[in-house]
């Protein structure tokens, strides 16, 4: 009695209330604390959203103080300051899961945002387009110069550029997207919310349909896939 149970992973957030409900009958806490940064927190941080027991967080909060990316001798902060060194004590059980879970969803929009417009990079100069207006595109070099200034910069453009820089072609991936739950759960609380997610669920409904008919775009969400979380996906047959 007394411990304290953390799910660190991607869990579901309803499943945190349940489980919350169970281990405080056995007198035992729980957070739920979700995780953003991937192969890469080891180095540079994790993102840390915590929710639970807020007496068992603020006697934690070294802890998380010290895995996220606060600066190097600072002390943890208080409150929403926490938030300016990468952890959050979000709300009750399950909150942080559930933020969580919408940060994932976006992220599917975002992915989907920089496929979608690589592809078209991609097939600017197919048999389709008129011979006058047809372009043959250095993607990569494309990746770097719009890392430097670009409205559109950003992590997901770093690890796509040096994605291309590896593999201009991206040959080593299937195009076969998985999806892990989240984005899913995020267009199920669309529903619940009544708000039309439109951009989130088509970017969830583009990866069941890259495990049909994958695309150039599909690759570039594998290669991302595997640039922040080390996910493998299926080797071109």
């Given at each position: 009695?007394?411990?304290?149970?953390?799910?660190?992973?991607?869990?579901?957030?309803?499943?945190?209330?349940?489980?919350?409900?169970?281990?405080?009958?056995?007198?035992?806490?729980?957070?739920?604390?979700?995780?953003?940064?991937?192969?890469?927190?080891?180095?540079?941080?994790?993102?840390?959203?915590?929710?639970?027991?807020?007496?068992?967080?603020?006697?934690?909060?070294?802890?998380?103080?010290?895995?996220a990316?606060?600066?190097?001798?600072?002390?943890?902060?208080?409150?929403?300051?926490?938030?300016?060194?990468?952890?959050?004590?979000?709300g009750?059980?399950?909150?942080?899961?559930?933020?969580?879970?919408?940060h994932?969803?976006?992220?599917?929009?975002?992915?989907?945002?920089?496929?979608?417009?690589?592809?078209?990079?991609?097939?600017?100069?197919?048999?389709?387009?008129?011979?006058?207006?047809?372009?043959?595109?250095?993607?990569?070099?494309?990746?770097?110069?719009?890392?430097?200034?670009?409205?559109?910069?950003?992590?997901?453009?770093?690890?796509?550029?040096?994605a291309?820089?590896?593999?201009?072609?991206?040959?080593?991936?299937?195009?076969?997207?998985n999806?892990?739950?989240?984005?899913?759960?995020?267009?199920?609380?669309?529903?619940?919310?009544?708000v039309?997610?439109?951009?989130?669920?088509?970017?969830?409904?583009?990866?069941?349909?890259?495990?049909?008919?994958?695309?150039?775009?599909d690759k570039?969400?594998s290669?991302?896939?595997?640039?922040?979380?080390?996910?493998l996906?299926?080797?071109k047959?």
């Open positions: 009695p007394g411990d304290v149970i953390i799910d660190g992973g991607n869990s579901k957030y309803t499943d945190d209330v349940a489980r919350a409900k169970k281990l405080a009958a056995l007198g035992l806490k729980y957070l739920d604390v979700g995780t953003s940064g991937g192969v890469w927190g080891l180095d540079r941080g994790y993102c840390l959203m915590i929710g639970g027991d807020r007496e068992s967080y603020e006697r934690l909060q070294p802890i998380f103080h010290a895995l990316p606060a600066p190097a001798g600072s002390s943890p902060a208080a409150g929403a300051k926490s938030a300016e060194q990468g952890y959050l004590y979000c009750p059980a399950g909150s942080a899961h559930f933020v969580k879970m919408i994932n969803g976006i992220e599917y929009g975002m992915m989907q945002a920089f496929a979608e417009g690589f592809e078209i990079l991609q097939k600017a100069d197919a048999p389709s387009v008129p011979e006058s207006q047809r372009y043959n595109l250095d993607l990569h070099a494309i990746a770097e110069v719009w890392r430097h200034g670009s409205v559109i910069s950003s992590w997901l453009l770093d690890l796509l550029e040096l291309l820089e590896q593999d201009p072609n991206l040959e080593e991936y299937s195009g076969v997207v999806d892990s739950g989240e984005g899913q759960w995020t267009i199920e609380a669309a529903f619940t919310a009544g039309p997610a439109t951009v989130l669920a088509h970017a969830l409904f583009a990866r069941y349909r890259s495990r049909l008919n994958p695309a150039f775009g570039v969400l290669a991302l896939r595997k640039g922040f979380g080390g996910h996906e299926p080797k047959k």
